[in-house]
């Protein structure tokens, strides 16, 4: 049997592992800025809170995964997530320009609000990742 297919497994978990530490990094930064608890709102059976931040989470997923795939070693990779971390957050504020009262609406259980923040927050993830191509 040729483990030589085994040989990137190491990387590969660090990778891995650094991923889930950033994206847990994100959500604490993220629920962080927004005026409404997500996870109480999602705890409460809030659907349009649960969509907002899982499009939002998929937002920050893509150009972490655009580090993983095209960064130099572990810090280049966490740099460029770091990016997208802020990335996500200027979106939250400009996604907030045209509906002003964004968190509100999406605590009121609203998700025309939390769609359109989804949504935007995944197009600043495609837009981030395909910039991290370089």
């Known amino acids: 049997m040729d483990f ?49 931040l899982g499009m939002s989470m998929i937002g920050f997923a893509l150009p972490v995964g655009s580090a993983i795939a095209h960064s130099a070693n572990i810090i280049d990779c966490v740099i460029w997530s770091v990016v997208g971390l802020v990335v996500q957050v200027i979106v939250y504020f400009l996604a907030r320009i045209p509906d002003p009262d964004l968190s509100r609406r999406i605590a009121a259980g609203e998700t025309a609000s939390a769609l359109w923040l989804g949504l935007a927050s995944i197009t600043g993830g495609i837009l981030s990742a395909a910039s991290m191509t370089y």
């Open 4 to 52: 030589s297919s085994f040989a990137g497994v190491p990387a590969f978990l660090v990778y891995f592992v650094v991923a889930g530490a950033v994206v847990v990094t994100y959500l604490f930064v993220y629920t962080w800025i927004t005026p409404h608890d997500e996870f109480a709102l999602i705890r409460a059976n809030v659907p349009g809170a649960a969509m907002a």
